[in-house]
T-cell receptor, first 115, second 117 residues
């Protein structure tokens, strides 16, 4: 695609429910990142994929959060037993190879609201 | 762990004037990259400018330039001839360039820039 696509744009759910957030990176980009941006804060790193594998998942806050990228393209961030504190914008980004000097391309994020 | 601090939650500037946004960072690494990202209401983060720590020359991109002071660990962004379209949140970010280092970006809390007509 022309850019990084994230769906849905907005998601409202109830406390305790399960949600999936999808990220479609730029075609051919091997590196994919998830960030979480709480209100009034900068984005915080969650997880980094290189191809199909999670190269760094040190930012996932707890075991309710899980992400996959089974074919090395689309990624899904999964949140179980959602809590009100999970409310945030979830941003996805991709780059060609994951090198430090590469430009990161961001999607427009998913605004998750947990009621 | 690396940290990035933006001490100005909000800044304002008159159209066509110049404004400088501040950023300091803390790291023990010698090889790293620094970035300024712009985030308009659409939420999409857009790269404004990038600086490699090993380069002494300050990066410039049209109306945007940085003042990179490696010893002071300071990385400010100067916007010249400000335009209404520059209004947005601006985030300073750090990334390790060290072999085997973290691939993640570390962001500051951001500065909200208002451009007055």
């Amino acid at each position: 695609g022309a850019g990084v696509s994230q769906t849905p744009s907005n998601k409202v759910t109830e406390k305790g429910k399960y949600v999936e957030l999808r990220c479609d990176p730029i075609s051919g980009h091997t590196a994919l990142y998830w960030y979480r941006q709480s209100l009034g804060q900068g984005p915080e790193f969650l997880i980094y994929f290189q191809g199909t594998g999670a190269a760094d998942d040190s930012g996932l806050p707890n075991d309710r959060f899980f992400a996959v990228r089974p074919e090395g393209s689309v990624s899904t961030l999964k949140i179980q037993r959602t809590e009100r504190g999970d409310s945030a914008v979830y941003l996805c980004a991709s780059s060609l190879l994951g090198q430090p000097n590469e430009k990161l391309f961001f999607g427009s994020g998913t605004q998750l609201s947990v009621l | 762990a690396q940290t990035v601090t933006q001490s100005q939650p909000e800044m304002s500037v008159q159209e066509a004037e110049t404004v400088t946004l501040s950023c300091t960072y803390d790291t023990s690494e010698s090889d790293y990259y620094l970035f300024w990202y712009k985030q308009p209401p659409s939420r999409q983060m857009i790269l404004v400018i990038r600086q490699e720590a090993y380069k002494q020359q300050n990066a410039t991109e049209n109306r945007f330039s940085v003042n990179f002071q490696k010893a002071a660990k300071s990385f400010s962004l100067k916007i010249s001839d400000s335009q209404l379209g520059d209004a947005a949140m601006y985030f300073c970010a750090y990334r390790s360039g060290t072999e085997g280092g973290s691939e993640k970006l570390v962001f500051g809390k951001g500065t909200k820039l208002t451009v007055n007509p």
